[in-house]
């Protein structure tokens, strides 16, 4: 595993600098939406951008992303709405048909599951799609579940990403982990 990490850092410097390895008990603030995560350890993760990303063996090969989007911005591609009033069910299609409309970085999205779940104690939705990724690594099948849930700013959504095969399974756990301890800080009874 260090040797992916390795060349990683010798194929894309810039990106491979900011990378940080992760803590036994060790919680993020993910300033953007205000919440606490947990990430699995043994994972490495960057924090640099507006979002969060996690990995395992590399961000091609399985990733855990948190990133946070206006309301006006979340599903622009798709000319969709998101606001805090708009009930679940409606953020998860409006989700699938932003990426579907969105740049040709995937294609043959195909809807694999779509049911209600919670995310840092609110009404969230979860999706799980299957997918040809066009870039960075071509005609592979890829995997994802992303959970989403609106607050009052903007749209807060987890996603985890790897090829169906080998990856996608033996990761997920990790996932499910992670998003059971996204928490918002000061809400009554936070672990």
Do not use: C
Request: glycine share 6%; aromatic share 8%; proline share 6%.
């Amino acid at each position: 595993m260090m040797r992916r990490w390795q060349l990683l850092a010798i194929l894309l410097p810039g990106i491979a600098i900011a990378w940080q390895s992760t803590q036994t008990g060790q919680e993020l603030q993910f300033r953007a939406a205000g919440v606490m995560v947990a990430l699995p350890q043994g994972w490495h993760y960057d924090s640099s951008r507006r979002s969060i990303t996690a990995s395992r063996d590399g961000p091609l090969l399985d990733s855990i992303t948190m990133s946070f989007a206006s309301h006006r911005e979340a599903f622009a591609a798709a000319h969709r709405k998101s606001g805090v009033d708009v009930v679940p069910e409606d953020l998860a299609e409006s989700y699938v048909a932003n990426l579907q409309a969105g740049p040709a970085a995937t294609h043959a999205v195909r809807l694999l599951s779509s049911e209600p779940a919670e995310l840092a104690g609110r009404p969230a939705f979860r999706v799980h799609l299957r997918y040809i990724a066009n870039e960075p690594i071509e005609d592979v099948e890829m995997e994802e579940i992303t959970v989403g849930t609106a607050m009052e700013d903007g749209l807060l959504l987890v996603t985890y990403r790897a090829p169906s095969i080998h990856y996608f399974g033996t990761y997920r756990p990790d996932f499910e982990a992670t998003v059971r301890q996204i928490d918002l800080p000061g809400k009554p009874g936070r672990r």
